[in-house]
T-cell receptor
Framework: AQSVTQLDSQVPVFEEAPVELRCNYS??????LFWYVQYPNQGLQLLLK??????LVKSINGFEAEFNKSQTSFHLRKPSVHISDTAEYFC??????????FGSGTRLSIRP | GAGVSQSPSNKVTEKGKDVELRCDPI?????LYWYRQSLGQGLEFLIY????????KSGLPSDRFSAERTGGSVSTLTIQRTQQEDSAVYLC????????????FGPGTRLTVT
């Protein structure tokens, strides 16, 4: 069975600073990895995903995540955050034939 | 096109009552998921339907919880004899198929048990 751990429940950063949200997973088979985002008072939506191929995946709003098989990680990064990035971010893992398991979430708060 | 819809958006019920929560997935999506999101908690997986396969019920917290999916479309999550700890936002999601497909989430049903 798969599992996913988000090491930080809350991450406060200043606007325009870089940020990294950590995610580690556990699985005995090949995995698909996701980051979902939940903006205040909105539903969850997909931010980016890794299925295969290039280990570096990017979102349209400047976030990127790198699949690191040796470290079983899929950390989310952004070089310069904006107030509008304030949200809760969920890492998720699945295999080709199973349910998706979500992490406990990381609340990103941006200070001006 | 229409996204995933859930009803009701809010439900307040007395402890011990039964409740039914409804999810209408995106048309043509064969996979449907139910999650529970409690304050300060992550997304807790409840149940997963994939096509005509037997559902994965491994996340249901007790036998008071059950779910069905009729005709491969609409799903109903039923909680019997509700308890205060059942208070949470119940989220439904669907995807074209399971596995690596993007999940589309509904707005959720906020359940409050008094």
């Amino acid at each position: 069975a798969q599992s996913v751990t988000q090491l930080d429940s809350q991450v406060p950063v200043f606007e325009e600073a870089p940020v990294e949200l950590r995610c580690n997973y556990s699985s005995s088979v090949s995995v698909y990895l996701f980051w979902y985002v939940q903006y205040p008072n909105q539903g969850l939506q997909l931010l980016l995903k890794y299925l295969s191929g290039s280990t570096l995946v990017k979102s349209i709003n400047g976030f990127e995540a790198e699949f690191n098989k040796s470290q079983t990680s899929f950390h989310l990064r952004k070089p310069s955050v904006h107030i509008s990035d304030t949200a809760e971010y969920f890492c998720a893992v699945t295999t080709s034939a199973s349910k998706i398991i979500f992490g406990s979430g990381t609340r990103l708060s941006i200070r001006p | 096109g229409a996204g995933v819809s859930q009803s009701p958006s809010n439900k307040v019920t007395e402890k011990g009552k039964d409740v039914e929560l409804r999810c209408d997935p995106i048309s043509g999506h064969t996979a449907l998921y139910w999650y529970r999101q409690s304050l300060g908690q992550g997304l807790e997986f409840l149940i997963y339907f994939q096509g005509n396969s037997a559902p994965d019920k491994s996340g249901l917290p007790s036998d008071r919880f059950s779910a069905e999916r009729t005709g491969g479309s609409v799903s109903t999550l039923t909680i019997q004899r509700t308890q205060q700890e059942d208070s949470a936002v119940y989220l439904c999601a669907s995807s074209v198929v399971g596995g690596g497909d993007e999940q589309y989430f509904g707005p959720g049903t906020r359940l409050t048990v008094t």
